[in-house]
Antibody, heavy 120, light 106 residues
């Protein structure tokens, strides 16, 4: 059974940094497409990073240059390093697997999320 | 960037009602569209993919249609477990979600 468990969220001041972790079980992170998705209070989800099995990374403009997605194969864990945080980054952060749905990748399994609050 | 717009934002309905939610893409996405259901405190769960394909295990009262820029999610007979928020999401070019439609009890 696929399981994803996020950790590392918390309260951080504007301009600060935080590293989120996503421990995976039931599958191998290295051979799968992985992503981070966030959801601000009362808003729809927003994709914030993607990591393909070949190591290619993808980011939307809203976080490019500030967020970095990575993985530790030995720990079967996905990470999201977040720098220069802003109030608008406040959200629940989910890690999610991507799998082919009809020929292109869509979000499949999700963790329970970790809360990030950016405030002074 | 592809923008997704859903309507309505909130929908009040009763058990047994037929419910339709509309989603519009800012440019053509062919049929690369998914529908997700989210309940409070939980992560989204995929219901429909490629605009009209039902995910395994999802009740057949859920159906999707559309292509290009206009899509619909229909629940043929609303059940108590269906009161939730629904999101459309394009996966033609990266991934973008709509703002959501909350289905509440009338």
């Amino acid at each position: 059974e696929v399981q994803l468990e996020e950790s590392g969220g918390g309260l951080v001041q504007p301009g600060g940094s935080l590293r989120l972790s996503c421990a995976a079980s039931g599958f191998t992170v290295r051979t799968n497409y992985m992503s981070w998705v966030r959801q601000a209070p009362g808003k729809g989800p927003e994709w914030v990073s993607g990591l393909y099995s070949d190591g290619t990374t993808y980011y939307p403009d809203s976080v490019k240059g500030r967020f970095t997605i990575s993985r530790d194969n030995s720990k079967n864990t996905l990470y999201l390093q977040m720098n220069s945080l802003r109030a608008g980054d406040t959200a629940i952060y989910y890690c999610a697997t991507l799998r082919s749905y009809g020929g292109k990748q869509a979000f499949d399994s999700w963790g329970q999320g970790t809360v990030v609050t950016v405030s002074s | 960037d592809i923008q997704m717009t859903q309507s309505p934002s909130t929908l009040s309905a009763s058990v047994g009602d037929r419910v339709t939610i509309t989603c519009r893409a800012s440019q053509s996405i062919s049929t690369w569209l998914a529908w997700y259901q989210q309940k409070p405190g939980k992560a989204p769960k995929i219901l429909i993919y490629k605009a009209s394909s039902l995910q395994s295990g999802v009740p057949s009262r859920f159906s999707g249609s559309g292509s290009g820029t206009e899509f619909t999610l229909t629940i043929s007979s609303l059940q108590p477990d269906d009161f939730a928020t629904y999101y459309c999401q394009q996966y033609n070019s990266y991934w973008t979600f709509g703002q959501g439609t909350k289905v509440e009890i009338k």
